[in-house]
């Protein structure tokens, strides 16, 4: 079965990197493209940045862009978002999302990642 | 960007009841619509895609219509097991948003 797996959250200062990895298993990692989704506490689903199947192809959120990097490497069947520049805004659960169809990023986030909480604080 | 909205943000209800929620999108969107449930401390669940498609092992008291800007999701009788938290998200362009999302709880 499907299984997602996040982590590399933790408490970060403002300003400061941080880079989030989620381990896929249980399907062909590289036919699909992948999403990072984040919820700060109590808050609702915001969607943070695509990768295409390949790579070739990436999106994000205004309220990321020039800050996060998404990357995967298809060979190690892992998804990164390396995050700089951090606020205190980028406080959220970081979740990894698969795609419900292969080759395409249709933004139907069949599969999710159970997250990874990233703090930003001083 | 296209904004989401939903009514009504929160609802009460009873076993049995049936429920629906109402998404809007600031333009249209054709049937690129999804809804997501959502439990307290668990990653969401994809129930519908493309606006009427049921997700494979979503039980069929889950529907949804709609196309253009306005959608529903309806739960046709309430089980114990469905409160929870409802987003509906457009997938029909990036950036993908969702909607603030529907709380339903226990009347």
């Known amino acids: 079965q499907v299984q997602l797996v996040e982590s590399g959250g933790g408490v970060v200062q403002p300003g400061r990197s941080l880079r989030l990895s989620c381990a896929a298993s249980?399907?062909?990692?590289?036919?699909?493209?992948m999403h990072w989704v984040r919820q700060a506490p109590g808050k609702g689903l915001e969607w943070v940045a695509v990768?295409?199947?390949?790579?070739?192809?990436?999106y994000y959120a205004d309220s990321v862009k020039g800050r996060f990097t998404i990357s995967r490497d298809n060979s190690k069947k892992t998804l990164y978002l390396q995050m700089n520049s951090l606020r205190a805004e980028d406080t959220a659960v970081y979740y990894c999302?698969?795609?419900?169809?292969?080759?395409?990023?249709?933004?139907?986030?069949?599969?999710w990642g159970q997250g990874t909480l990233v703090t930003v604080s001083s | 960007d296209i904004q989401m909205t939903q009514s009504p943000s929160s609802l009460s209800a009873s076993v049995g009841d049936r429920v629906t929620i109402t998404c809007r999108a600031s333009q249209s969107i054709s049937s690129y619509l999804n809804w997501y449930q959502q439990k307290p401390g668990k990653a969401p669940k994809l129930l519908i895609y493309?606006?009427?498609s049921l997700q494979s092992g979503v039980p069929s008291r889950f529907s949804g219509s709609g196309f253009e800007s306005d959608f529903t999701l309806t739960i046709s009788s309430l089980q114990p097991e469905d409160f929870a938290t409802y987003y509906c998200q457009q997938s029909y362009t990036t950036p993908f948003t969702f909607g603030p999302g529907t709380k339903v709880d226990i009347k």
């Open positions: 999302a698969k795609e419900k169809e292969q080759w395409v990023a249709q933004g139907y986030f069949q599969h």
């Open positions: 990768i295409s199947y390949d790579g070739s192809d990436k």
């Open positions: 493309a606006a009427s």
């Open positions: 249980g399907f062909t990692f590289s036919s699909y493209g």
